[in-house]
C-alpha cells in the first residue's frame, strides 16, 4: 500500500510558488492553429484501423446563472430554447465523427460535462443519449464509465431517476462551499439539502460513485468555515471529494471580475484550509489519490493506484487510459494517438461549422518524439508518486539522466529538500512531497514560449 501523504508546512512553504498549472501533459496552451479537420480524420482512420477503445466526452455549455469563480466555457441564459440548435448541431457532430470509426470500436467511458449538463430538458436529454448510442458501441452490461457533472441545484430525484435509466452510473457534484456568505460571494446559492437530495437518489439509485468537489481559496471563506463544510460533506460519505484551490484570474475570465479581490483568504489562510481538508479526509479514510483528488480504499481509482494501473488524460484519473478520447461539442478536446485537437470554444462558429458540415477542429498539437517522452514521464509521476528510469529508457531509447540533465541540479535540490527521493535508477514522490507533485512534473515540461501561459500557486 502506498504511503499516506504527509502535511510539511516548511517544504511546502519553500515550493509554493507561481507557476503554469493543467491536468495533462501537453497543456492546450502549448495547442496551436496549425492543425485542422483532416489531422483529426487522419487520426480518426488509426483509431479504427487499429480498433482502438474509446471514451467519449460531451460539451453542454449552458448555465441559468453565473458563477462568478468559474472559469470554463460556459453560455449564460435563462432560454432554455437555446439548447434544442446546440442539440441539433451536436449531433451532426457525432454522425461525422462515427462515420471514420469502427462500429466495434467499444467505448468503455463517456462524460458530460458543462456547463450544467441539465439545463437541458429530460426529453432533450433522451435524444442526446440515444444518439450517441446510434452513432456509437457502448457496453450494455453497466461496466462502462458513465458520468455527468450534476448541480444540485438543477437536479431531482426525477432527473437522477432518468439519468440512472439512460446508463449514467457515476456523478460529480459541484458543492464548492456550504457557508450562506460565500455562496453569495460566488453568486451560487445551494443549501447543504440539495446536496443530501442528490446523494440520497444516487444511492437509492444504485449509482456506482458520487464525487463531491469543493473549492478552497473562495471570497469570504475562512479555515473554520471551511472546516464545517468539509465536516458536513464528510458525513454523507462520498467515494471521491475533489478539494481544488481557487486561482483568481480576472484578466483570462471575465466573470471572476465581480468578485471583490478583498474579499479573498490570504495565502497563508489558504494553506490552513487545504491542511485541514488533508487531516479531515485522511482521518475519515480517504487516500490521496493526487491532484487535489481523495478517494475512499475501496474505490476503482484508489485500487487502480495501488496495482499501479492508475492513468490520466483530459477528463481526469481514470482507467481507461489505454482508450482514444473524442471530444464532441463547444471547446472540447480530443486526445487520439499522439493527437491532441480542440473544437472551436465560440458557440456560433461552432454551430456554423456544424452547418456546413465540417468538423470544429481550430487548434491542437501533434506530439513528437519529446513530447511522448515528457507526457509518459509527467504520469508516471502524477499517477503513480515514482518513475522508473528503466522503463523510459528502454520505450524510447534514451539515456534518462543524459536526456534531462539540464534540470538535474532542481531534482538533486528536491532530493535534499525531502519532496522526493533520487536514485541511480528511480525517482519516488515521497509522502511530504505529494500535493507539491505538480512541482516535480514541472520540471519536465517542455519549456514554453507562450507568453499567455496561465500562472497560479502550485498549491
Keep these: ?22 491536468v495533462c501533459y501537453p497543456p492546450p496552451l502549448r495547442f496551436d492553429g496549425n492543425l485542422s479537420s483532416f489531422d483529426l480524420l487522419h487520426a480518426l482512420r488509426s ?5 482502438r477503445a474509446l471514451s467519449l466526452y460531451v460539451h453542454l455549455p449552458f448555465c441559468m446563472d453565473v458563477c462568478y469563480h468559474c472559469h470554463r466555457n460556459k453560455v449564460i441564459t435563462n432560454d432554455r430554447g437555446r439548447a434544442l440548435p ?29 456547463g450544467t449538463p441539465t439545463f437541458l430538458s429530460h426529453d432533450e436529454l433522451r435524444r442526446l443519449v440515444a444518439g450517441l448510442r446510434q452513432h456509437f458501441n457502448f457496453k450494455d452490461d453497466d461496466h462502462a464509465d458513465v458520468s455527468i457533472a450534476i448541480d444540485p441545484r438543477e437536479a431531482n430525484w426525477p432527473t437522477m431517476g432518468l439519468l440512472r435509466e439512460l446508463g ?13 456568505d460565500v455562496q453569495r460571494a460566488i453568486n451560487r446559492v445551494q443549501p447543504l439539502k440539495q446536496t443530501q437530495t442528490v446523494i440520497e437518489a444516487a444511492r437509492t439509485l444504485q449509482f456506482r460513485s458520487i464525487q463531491v468537489d469543493l473549492v478552497y481559496g473562495l471570497p469570504r471563506q475562512t479555515s473554520t468555515g471551511f472546516a464545517r463544510t ?23 475570465h471575465m466573470a471572476q471580475r465581480r468578485i471583490n479581490a478583498t474579499e479573498l483568504p490570504s495565502q497563508p489562510d489558504k494553506l490552513t484550509m487545504l491542511q485541514h481538508g ?16 481523495f478517494a475512499l480504499p475501496d474505490d476503482e481509482l484508489a485500487m487502480a493506484q495501488e496495482d499501479g494501473k492508475l492513468e490520466r488524460n483530459f477528463l ?35 454551430q456554423q461549422s456544424m452547418d456546413q458540415r465540417q468538423l470544429a477542429t481550430v487548434r491542437g498539437l501533434r506530439c513528437n518524439g519529446d513530447d511522448q517522452i515528457r507526457h509518459r514521464v509527467i504520469k508516471s509521476l502524477i499517477c503513480n508518486f515514482e518513475l522508473r528510469f528503466e522503463e523510459i529508457e528502454n520505450v524510447f531509447g534514451i539515456r534518462f539522466k543524459s536526456y534531462f540533465e539540464e534540470i538535474w541540479p532542481s531534482l538533486e535540490q528536491m532530493n535534499t529538500d525531502g519532496l522526493i527521493l533520487l536514485k541511480q535508477d528511480m525517482i519516488t514522490i ?22 499567455s501561459l496561465q500562472l497560479s500557486r502550485a498549491i
Design 316 to 350: 481526469g484519473y481514470t482507467t481507461h487510459g489505454q482508450c482514444d478520447l473524442i471530444g464532441l461539442g463547444v471547446s472540447a478536446i480530443s486526445q487520439i494517438g499522439d493527437l491532441y485537437c480542440q473544437n472551436n470554444s465560440d458557440i456560433t462558429l461552432y
Design 47 to 51: 483509431s479504427r484501423q487499429e480498433r
Design 430 to 451: 515521497l509522502p511530504a512531497g505529494r500535493l507539491l507533485a505538480h512541482k516535480v512534473c514541472m520540471q519536465f515540461e517542455h519549456p514554453s514560449p507562450s507568453p
Design 278 to 293: 488533508v487531516e479531515m479526509l485522511t482521518y475519515a479514510g480517504y487516500r490521496y489519490i493526487g491532484m487535489d483528488l
Design 86 to 114: 446546440y442539440l441539433e448541431r451536436l449531433e451532426k457532430e457525432i454522425e461525422m465523427v462515427a462515420c471514420h470509426l469502427d462500429p466495434g470500436q467499444i467505448v468503455e467511458q463517456l462524460h458530460f460535462g458543462g
Design 230 to 252: 468539509l465536516g458536513s460533506i464528510i458525513a454523507l460519505q462520498p467515494d471521491r471529494v475533489s478539494l481544488s484551490s481557487y486561482a483568481h484570474l480576472p484578466e483570462r
Design 1 to 22: 500500500m502506498l504511503d499516506a501523504i504527509r502535511w510539511d508546512a516548511d517544504l511546502i512553504h519553500r515550493y509554493d510558488q507561481d507557476g503554469p498549472r493543467h
Design 168 to 180: 449514467f452510473n457515476r456523478i460529480s457534484i459541484g458543492s464548492l462551499d456550504l457557508d450562506p
